[in-house]
């Protein structure tokens, strides 16, 4: 069975920039499996941040990226604020009309 | 702007079938895919599975032999069965709307479903 792997936490400045990645158990991730990232604050539902490895869904702010870093997808945050403060999930399209969610990177603004 | 709402029993007995319905409000479902993801107290999202407007579907397989789901375009609802229910199935679960490119974008605020007798 694939999995999709994240870091579990990440510490950052306020101000600062952090990048998250998304990879899989077996495997390198390339835009076929259109990353996607989305931020989930605690009692709420998930908020579609990145699609298609790049593309900013509207309202996002531009501090936030996506990209494939080596053999992984990326999220990286440019100056961090206190609002980024939450857990990230990426989801990996594998084909067939499956999607598969990583684990979750819980980032601590500090 | 498009609204998903979910509705169901927020308790389900084990061995028993889970059975949620998701409402989409402000806008069409035609051309998307309509799709169920849980996430377990304290844990990850799980994929689901999901239900395309013409009714074709496609589950998790670790899920697949349990999964039902089913499209009422007349009604904007789709709907989710689960049969032979356990605590591990105790979650909340989330209806979203997928479109190309793996972006799940348009979210209900998710409905948690316990699993006990």
């Known amino acids: 069975q694939t999995v999709v792997t994240q870091e579990p936490s990440f510490s950052v400045s306020p101000g600062g920039t952090v990048t998250l990645t998304c990879g899989l158990s077996?495997?390198?991730?390339?835009?076929?499996?259109?990353p996607s990232w989305y931020q989930q604050t605690p009692g709420q539902a998930p908020r579609a941040l990145i699609h298609?490895?790049?593309t900013r869904s509207s309202g996002v702010p531009d501090r936030f990226s996506g990209s494939i870093l080596g053999n992984k997808a990326a999220l990286t945050i440019t100056g961090a604020q206190a609002d980024d403060e939450c857990t990230y999930y990426c989801?990996?399209?594998?084909?067939?009309?499956?999607?598969?969610f990583g684990g979750g990177t819980r980032v601590t603004v500090l | 702007q498009v609204q998903l709402q979910e509705s169901g029993p927020g308790l389900v007995k084990p061995s028993e079938t889970l059975s949620l319905t998701c409402t989409v409000s402000?806008?069409?479902?035609?051309?998307?895919?309509w799709t169920w993801i849980r996430q377990p107290p304290g844990k990850e999202l799980e994929w689901m599975g999901y239900?395309?407007?013409?009714?074709?579907?496609n589950s998790n397989p670790s899920l697949k032999s349990r999964v039902t789901m089913s499209v009422d375009t007349s009604k904007n609802q789709f709907s989710l069965r689960l049969t032979s229910v356990s605590a591990a199935d105790t979650a909340k679960y989330y209806c979203?709307?997928?479109?190309?490119?793996?972006?799940?974008?348009?979210w209900g605020q998710g409905i948690l479903v316990t699993v006990s007798s």
């Open positions: 979203a709307r997928s479109g190309e490119s793996n972006l799940f974008d348009y």
């Open positions: 402000g806008g069409s479902m035609s051309d998307y895919y």
């Open positions: 239900i395309y407007y013409s009714g074709s579907t």
């Open positions: 077996s495997g390198s991730v390339s835009t076929g499996h259109y």
């Open positions: 298609n490895t790049y």
């Open positions: 989801a990996l399209y594998l084909g067939r009309g499956f999607s598969v």
